[in-house]
């Protein structure tokens, strides 16, 4: 259940920001954003932040489940959790708007979208163990920052397990997140200009 709460917030916040400069550019009012009073940083911002409060509201949804329907007990810290579905959400936010800026329309970027989508979904350890991996595939699985998520978010409501144990987890997310948030924002401004 911790692995399908993951898979639904990676799923939903790539799909939703690949589509967000996209769909602005393909109806014509990116113009308007860019020649406004917006900053780029305020147009990303604008276009982020609707999607990490679903991403949230849809793991919450997911936990009452997970809790009510099906009695599965949530061991750690709440908190913790959000923080950590923060994290990870900065580098699926930021492949989303790195899809954005290299897509020229909305098929495409569903498309390059569901590309990216399953290598992740494959090299998580979500399906197959990481360690019955082939070595080469396993260094790969090291820039997956859902593998990072699985484990900590299994850590926490399966095991009730802290900081003191997800800190390495946490930080490779948060070292991928503003790697590739960077570089998105970076081509995304390239593109407004």
């Known amino acids: 259940m911790p692995g399908i709460v993951a898979f639904m917030i990676m799923l939903i916040s790539l799909l939703f920001t690949s589509m967000a400069i996209i769909r602005e550019r393909e109806a014509g009012t990116i113009e ?83 590309f990216f989508i399953l290598p992740l979904f494959m090299l998580s350890g979500f399906v197959f163990p990481i360690a019955n991996m082939p070595v080469v595939v396993q260094w790969l699985t090291y820039l997956n920052p859902l593998r990072y998520f699985l484990v900590i978010i299994r850590g926490i409501f399966l095991k009730g397990v802290g900081l003191k144990v997800l800190w390495p987890q946490l930080f490779a997310l948060i070292v991928l997140g503003l790697i590739v948030f960077t570089c998105a924002v970076k081509r995304l401004r390239k593109r407004l200009d």
């Open 32 to 114: 308007q954003l860019i020649v406004g009073p917006l900053k780029p940083v305020e147009l990303i911002l604008g276009k982020t932040i609707p999607y990490i409060i679903i991403a949230q509201a849809q793991m919450v949804m997911v936990i009452m489940f997970a809790v009510f329907w099906f009695s599965i007990p949530l061991k750690g810290s709440l908190l913790l959790l959000f923080a950590a579905t923060s994290l990870f959400l900065l580098s699926t936010l930021g492949l989303g708007l790195f899809i954005s800026t290299i897509s020229a329309t909305q098929q495409q970027a569903m498309m390059t979208t569901f």
